[in-house]
């Protein structure tokens, strides 16, 4: 059955903190990884990794994806309080996008 | 029920047509959220609601499209005289009101042919 999953589901720091989220799928017919924010009520897109290896950044955040061991992560550095959000992973086939739970990072001043 | 429930899970409709698609959220949920995703592009944003205020529908694309949620629960999205662009997945979430059980359901695929 096709599934992604991320890791943690909850996540607490305080800011300046380093962190990695962690998103790991089975798909038939992968073609395209996506990480959102989701605040409020609209996902703000980050990133789509099509490629294994090739890091992907912009600012403080980036994201590499490794089609072998079929995992994504994203890394946000110093992070601060705006930072606060639901981070979802999604995963592309032919037909479809399947969702990850998300990870809730709290970023406590 | 455990998850986001949504139904149909497809639909084929003739252009011209009216469609209502359903979205049963995770019980205790306030928050829901409809969004479209076509395939290569990122999600839209459609509608959300949230406990008994008044939806923000600033995601609706035009006046075809229209949703409800009733008693705070099910949701139905219907989508008046179908067009070919219209043909998308419809994903519904929902949500605790501070955002935390964030969860999607599996979609509706419509095509309008």
């Known amino acids: 059955e096709d599934k992604v999953v991320q890791s943690p589901l909850s996540l607490v720091v305080h800011e300046g903190d380093t962190v990695t989220l962690n998103c790991s799928y089975e798909?038939?017919?992968?073609?395209?990884l996506l990480w959102y924010k989701q605040e409020k009520k609209a996902p703000t897109f980050l990133f789509m990794l099509?490629?294994?290896?090739i890091e992907k950044k912009s600012g403080r955040l980036s994201s590499i994806l490794d089609k072998k061991e079929l995992f994504s992560i994203l890394n946000i550095t110093a992070t601060q309080t705006g930072d606060s959000a639901i981070y979802l992973c999604?995963?592309?086939?032919?037909?479809?996008?399947?969702f990850g739970a998300g990870t809730r990072l709290t970023v406590k001043p | 029920g455990a998850g986001v429930s949504q139904s149909p899970s497809n639909k084929v409709t003739e252009k011209g047509k009216d469609v209502e698609l359903r979205c049963d959220p995770i019980?205790?949920?306030?928050?829901l959220y409809w969004y479209r995703q076509s395939l290569g592009q990122g999600l839209e944003f459609l509608i959300y609601f949230q406990g008994n205020s008044a939806p923000d529908k600033s995601g609706l694309p035009s006046d075809r499209f229209s949703a409800e949620r009733t008693g705070g629960s099910v949701s139905t999205l219907t989508i008046q005289r179908t067009q070919q662009e219209d043909s998308a997945v419809y994903l519904c979430?929902?949500?605790?009101?501070?955002?935390?059980?964030?969860?999607f359901g599996s979609g509706t695929r419509l095509t309008v042919v």
């Open positions: 019980s205790g949920h306030t928050a």
């Open positions: 099509t490629s294994s290896g």
């Open positions: 999604a995963v592309e086939d032919n037909n479809d996008m399947r």
């Open positions: 979430a929902s949500s605790l009101r501070d955002g935390y059980g964030y969860t």
């Open positions: 798909v038939t017919n992968f073609r395209s």
